[in-house]
T-cell receptor
């Protein structure tokens, strides 16, 4: 089976940096995605990692270590609008289906 | 980026009736579409995967006779919830992807909130 773990909730201060961790145990690995989901809305794509290392995209960065089954999403210069759930998703094989973690609800406070 | 639309955005229906939800890729051809269900404070649960022109592949525990999926074209997939019951009330989200199977980002629709009374 597939197992993806993320912290349930996190709180961080506006302007600060926050790191959201994700660990996974899957039958195979062919990519890890991070999505942002605001309450009542559909997820929006943030990042994709398939090789080890850090991918940076503006205020958001995502890191992957395949040997450790570990990824993190780093959000810099936090803004109030960053308050949302962040979903880690893994694609176990070559097929496009992905498995989502339960998500981390991030609250940004002033 | 690619745009996926869903219709309706919300629907209220009576128990025992059927509801059809449409998912369209507006500016790309979606070789694969996915249907998810999300209950409050829970993550997305994949219900089924559909490829254009072929039968959908349902996840374990999802009744294929209750959740009818049709992917008749590269831009349209429909999910019909038949004989809906209050426990089917949920947020239904579709996603679409195209291109190479090795890396295909999923583009999500805005979701359809179904309430069965």
């Amino acid at each position: 089976g597939q197992n993806i773990d993320q912290p349930t909730e996190m709180t961080a201060t506006e302007g600060a940096i926050v790191q959201i961790n994700c660990t996974y145990q899957t039958s195979g690995f062919n990519g890890l995605f991070w999505y942002q989901q605001h309450a009542g809305e559909a997820p929006t794509f943030l990042s994709y990692n398939v090789l080890d290392g850090l991918e940076e995209k503006g205020r958001f960065s995502s890191f992957l270590s395949r040997s450790k089954g570990y990824s993190y999403l780093l959000l810099k210069e936090l803004q109030m609008k960053d308050s949302a759930s962040y979903l880690c998703a893994v694609r176990p094989g070559g097929y496009q289906k992905v498995t989502f973690g339960t998500g981390t609800k991030l609250q940004v406070i002033p | 980026g690619a745009v996926v639309s869903q219709h309706p955005s919300w629907v209220i229906c009576k128990s025992g009736t059927s509801v059809k939800i449409e998912c369209r890729s507006l500016d790309f051809q979606a070789t694969t579409m996915f249907w998810y269900r999300q209950f409050p404070k829970q993550s997305l649960m994949l219900m089924a995967t559909s490829n254009e022109g072929s039968k959908a592949t349902y996840e374990q525990g999802v009744e294929k006779d209750k959740f009818l999926i049709n992917h008749a074209s590269l831009t349209l997939s429909t999910l019909t919830v038949t004989s809906a019951h209050p426990e089917d009330s949920s947020f239904y989200i579709c996603s679409a992807s195209g291109g190479r199977a090795e890396f295909s980002e999923q583009y999500f629709g805005p979701g359809t909130r179904l309430t069965v009374t």
